[in-house]
């Protein structure tokens, strides 16, 4: 049970180029979730995706989007990288909706743009 | 809407105790608290919920105060590896399907 697995974990951009955060569990779980960690800042909500087929905005979406490619995978887009979106970028799933359920958090990619 | 966690900061010797505050402006249905350490993802450590039900960890406690909107951990004969940055995440009552929000942290180290 790898549980959930994000790739790459870092990541060197220049500013305008574009990609795709990977991320995946093997645990079965409906819910995804996309963060961003800044320092002082805590975990903040970019994306989510409650099941699969469907995904909502989350705190801070502008400048991303995403794809909930099958239960398994949640895949995040910056289409045009700028410096402010250098961050950490944590993948999230959970079985059920947030209320109760317990969130399993990938590594984490490290991402800077230049 | 982002939740107060205090203090932002605490030393404490191994052996010492420690309470963590986390304070919101919205009536709550839950209140969830996840430690990272440096370098690494958040790891759960336990939910609080409306009416009393806790789930997670069995050496760590919390309280839930529903009527204030706070809950507070209480960490105990503080061990090395409590060291980390502490996060509560708030979950508001009769919104659908909202997100957790998360606090900015309190960091905890602990010396021998």
């Known amino acids: 049970n790898a549980g959930v697995t994000q790739t790459p974990k870092f990541q060197v951009l220049k500013t305008g180029q574009s990609m795709t955060l990977q991320c995946a569990q093997d645990?079965?779980?409906?819910?995804m979730y996309w963060y961003r960690q800044d320092p002082g800042m805590g975990l903040r909500l970019i994306y989510y995706?409650?099941?699969?087929?469907?995904?909502d905005k989350g705190e801070v979406p502008n400048g991303y989007n995403v794809s909930r490619l099958n239960k398994r995978e949640f895949s995040l887009r910056l289409e045009s990288a700028a410096p402010s979106q250098t961050s950490v970028y944590f993948c999230?799933?959970?079985?059920?909706?947030?209320?109760?359920?317990?969130?399993?958090f990938g590594p984490g990619t490290r991402l800077t743009v230049l | 809407q982002q939740p107060v966690q205090s203090p932002q900061a605490v030393i404490l010797r191994e052996g010492e105790d420690a309470v963590i505050n986390c304070s919101s402006s919205?009536?709550?249905?839950?209140v969830h608290w996840y430690r990272q350490k440096h370098g690494e993802a958040p790891v759960f450590l336990m939910i609080?919920?409306?009416?009393?039900e806790q789930k997670g960890h069995e050496k760590i406690s919390a309280s839930f105060n529903e009527k204030k909107q706070q809950s507070s951990l209480y960490l105990t004969a503080s061990q090395l590896s409590y060291s980390g940055t502490y996060f509560c995440?708030?979950?508001?009552?009769?919104?659908?399907?909202?997100?957790?929000?998360f606090g900015t942290g309190t960091r905890l180290l602990v010396s021998p």
């Open positions: 999230a799933s959970s079985y059920s909706m947030p209320d109760t359920d317990t969130q399993y």
């Open positions: 645990m079965n779980h409906n819910s």
């Open positions: 995706s409650a099941s699969e087929g469907t995904t």
């Open positions: 919205k009536a709550l249905y839950s």
């Open positions: 609080l919920l409306k009416g009393g």
């Open positions: 995440g708030t979950y508001p009552m009769n919104t659908g399907f909202q997100k957790l929000v």
